[in-house]
């Protein structure tokens, strides 16, 4: 409850803020103007005999005296030790632990849940999965190794990592574990009848939908500071992307026509997560967006999923997952599949070289070493091997291809007595 009374008394100074032209200009997402409705707050609270007028004159002097190696003296100060009591005046700022985040079930947030340092108590609190973590984290390496030089951070300073990690974490873990639910609703499992078809798995969680089930995060991000305009419009690729890959998807198991325009739309937005992890470098660094990298990085993260389905696409078959020889195969057919994919391999890394043209050279050379280690190092990773591309051979059977694996896999196990 404490918490509400909180959030409301800030908003209701957001509000005054408004109307009295007091907003922060600049601010994007609010981060600006909620730092100072709550430092307004802190002005009003009574402390000893100090009226609202030697407050503001006190303050007033202080901040000309103040700069950041001050603030950062300052912070080292404060973490040194925990909070002993006493008479202390603390400024409440919300945080992840003190929010009041729609939710329930991860894929049901229809309930409140809050967790509160002194007495926690959990109700219906939306769950990571140690397997979302587990798989987010070769994507968060993969991420700070090939992203962090865009921001000027050296990826070999410890520090540099642990102080985004948290932000970072949670926000692609949630994202892994929406998308794996997605998958779920695609999985093709065999009927118990032997000559049955496969039919699609179904999944209990249903009820709510892609928007609902980002709502969370979109509120810990915006509690946060950290949520734009143009972060949101991202999530909502994400959205797309699911929606897209089960339109695609179910389009295939039921052998039913596709077309190019939402193959190539999924493609570009599949990596949505990446774009939103590095929206978010940008709110907590305190940079401004850099368009041209952001759009440098959009072609090469284009040309990585192409790899990267390339790499997974007899596992894509299997799961019946997005996949973009897939989608080729069944728009253009087994012989011409191939040579449509590599015309547009090749546009794509003419565009690539383009962009790469226009960076400072010694960005687009480290990002260059890094692509060439990634590549070395092999698996699902930013690592994209310019003109040596290797397309699998098709699947031109799907279903059998499915039955004909689960055939080996029973076959190779082994029971134990």
């Not at 991420?143 to 948290?166: E, M, N, T, W």
């Not at 999924?266 to 990446?274: C, G, P, R, V």
């Not at 799961?319 to 599949?337: E, K, Q, S, V």
């Amino acid at each position: 409850m404490e918490g509400l009374l909180q959030l409301e008394k800030v908003q209701r100074v957001l509000s005054l803020m408004g109307s009295r032209g007091l907003s922060d200009p600049t601010a994007d997402g609010g981060g600006g103007d909620r730092f100072l409705a709550h430092f307004l707050l802190f002005l009003v609270q009574p402390f000893d005999s100090l009226t609202v007028e030697k407050k503001i004159l006190l303050v007033s002097e202080l901040l000309r005296e103040v700069n950041s190696d001050t603030l950062e003296e300052v912070q080292h100060l404060a973490n040194l030790e925990g909070t002993k009591g006493g008479g202390e005046v603390r400024i409440i700022l919300p945080s992840p632990s003190d929010q009041d985040i729609s939710s329930g079930h991860l894929l049901r947030p229809t309930k409140k849940f809050k967790m509160n340092t002194d007495k926690l108590t959990i109700q219906d609190v939306p769950m990571i999965g140690f397997d979302a973590m587990t798989r987010a984290n070769s994507t968060l390496e993969d991420f700070c190794r090939s992203y962090f030089i865009f921001h000027g951070l050296d990826i070999d300073k410890p520090q540099a990592v642990f102080k985004f990690l948290p932000f970072l974490s949670f926000t692609e873990s949630y994202i892994y574990q929406l998308d794996a639910s997605n998958e779920d609703s695609l999985l093709l499992v065999p009927d118990k009848y032997p000559s049955a078809v496969l039919e699609r798995k179904k999944i209990a969680s249903t009820e709510a939908s892609l928007s609902d089930m980002l709502d969370p995060l979109d509120n810990l991000l915006q509690c946060q500071g950290l949520m734009t305009d143009q972060l949101r419009n991202e999530l909502k690729s994400g959205i797309q992307y699911w929606s897209l890959e089960r339109k695609l998807c179910q389009a295939l198991s039921r052998n039913d026509k596709i077309s190019i325009e939402d193959v190539m739309k999924a493609i570009h937005l599949k990596s949505f997560d990446y774009r939103v992890l590095n929206l978010m470098m940008y709110q907590l660094t305190g940079q401004q967006v850099n368009e041209l990298h952001m759009e440098f990085l959009s072609v090469s993260e284009f040309l990585v999923e192409i790899s990267d389905d390339l790499y997974d696409y007899e596992d894509d078959v299997i799961d019946n997952t997005f996949n973009i020889l897939r989608m080729f195969t069944a728009i253009y057919g087994p012989l011409d599949a191939p040579k449509m994919l590599a015309k547009c391999i090749g546009e794509a890394e003419e565009k690539y070289e383009s962009f790469s043209k226009k960076l400072d050279p010694s960005l687009s050379g480290s990002y260059w070493r890094r692509c060439e280690e990634a590549t070395r190092e092999g698996g699902k990773i930013s690592g994209h091997t310019y003109g040596t591309w290797n397309i699998p051979p098709l699947i031109r059977d799907e279903e059998s291809f499915r039955r004909d694996r689960m055939n080996k896999d029973d076959d190779s196990s082994v029971t134990i007595r």
